[in-house]
């Protein structure tokens, strides 16, 4: 166990410098010009070179990357020449638009996405494992083929028709639920769990729509495969409860795709949902990630990248791990 961890986090710091340096090179080979952003409208020559040497962006495209790299393990200075200022590591800079601190505007943006990412998660794993695993056990009834249609549908809707469609019924026709609000980023503010959810609660289901589908259609796939295991029928022929049968035997062992599916989506949801935190306009990682894109704010784009690849890492991880615990005959190497 020991030997794997350490592996893995040999792993997870090169995975981090790979997707770093891509990101930075991509950055460079890109049309945005950040000095001319942070220059203004009416902007000269001088001034945006000016900028250039401001923004750190007068120097060599390796030295740039050596030294954003070495903010992240120790202290850097940061700022033009004569008004520098000390960056504290991990030192993720300063906004190119804003000159705000990335771990500043990160810190803000999290919570959102934290929200959306909890309520969605639980939503569409409650949902798909249970019904795919009713469906499974009602094999060529009515249920099982209303449920494989309603999963099909629901995976072949894109989260934009999804997501517009619940505003338009339940916000703009119904007036049932609010719009989603950005005051509200926890359960545990002045407003309380329930204003909460119910803020949350069209983004939630417009993620689990997309996401529960295909969870449906895997784990009543894989708990056919396995209710045809030898070992299921030599449970039930011992006399064991169907429950137990089913419950004890049968999803601990069928569960394990699913338990891959959940980890990969934990790690891509956390780092932010971009087409839904766009429709709700909720300032998550994902939404402050295309509009520092957008405007060729390099040190938010490389922190949020970074952030997320470390998600999708650590959830790669976690689900080894869950692997071990779920089914015994999985050994970690």
Request: hydrophobic share 50%; net charge positive; with cysteine.
């Amino acid at each position: 166990m020991i030997r794997f961890i350490f592996r893995r986090t040999g792993s997870l710091i090169l995975l981090l410098v790979a997707v770093s340096f891509i990101t930075f090179t991509l950055f460079q080979l890109g049309p945005a010009d950040p000095a001319s952003a942070a220059c203004g409208q009416e902007c000269t020559p001088e001034r945006i070179a000016e900028a250039r040497v401001a923004l750190g962006m007068d120097h060599p495209f390796l030295v740039q990357y050596i030294d954003y790299m070495r903010g992240l393990v120790s202290p850097r200075m940061i700022g033009a020449p004569g008004a520098e200022s000390i960056c504290q590591w991990p030192c993720l800079g300063k906004s190119f638009q804003t000159n705000e601190n990335v771990s500043d505007i990160i810190a803000r943006s999290l919570p959102y996405t934290l929200s959306m990412a909890v309520g969605a998660l639980v939503l569409w794993t409650v949902s798909g494992v249970g019904l795919g695993l009713l469906a499974a056990l009602r094999k060529g009834s009515a249920t099982d083929k209303f449920i494989v249609g309603a999963a099909s549908v629901g995976v072949s809707l894109p989260i934009p028709v999804t997501g517009l469609f619940l505003l338009l019924v339940f916000v703009n026709q119904l007036h049932l639920l609010p719009f989603t609000t950005n005051e509200i980023n926890s359960p545990f503010g002045p407003h309380g769990p329930g204003v909460w959810v119910l803020n949350y609660f069209l983004p939630w289901v417009a993620l689990a729509v997309l996401f529960s589908a295909a969870y449906i259609r895997v784990t009543r796939t894989n708990m056919i495969e396995t209710f045809s295991e030898d070992f299921i029928r030599t449970a039930r022929a011992k006399g064991l409860a169907p429950r137990t049968v089913t419950f004890k035997h049968g999803v601990r062992a069928g569960i394990t795709p699913v338990v891959t599916m959940l980890g990969m989506d934990i790690g891509l949801l956390l780092g932010g949902a971009v087409l839904t935190e766009q429709i709700f306009s909720v300032p998550g990682l994902g939404f402050t990630a295309v509009r520092a894109a957008i405007s060729g704010d390099l040190p938010v784009t490389m922190a949020i990248t970074m952030l997320a690849a470390f998600f999708v890492i650590v959830a790669n991880v976690v689900v080894d791990l869950a692997y071990a615990a779920i089914d015994p005959r999985v050994r970690l190497q």
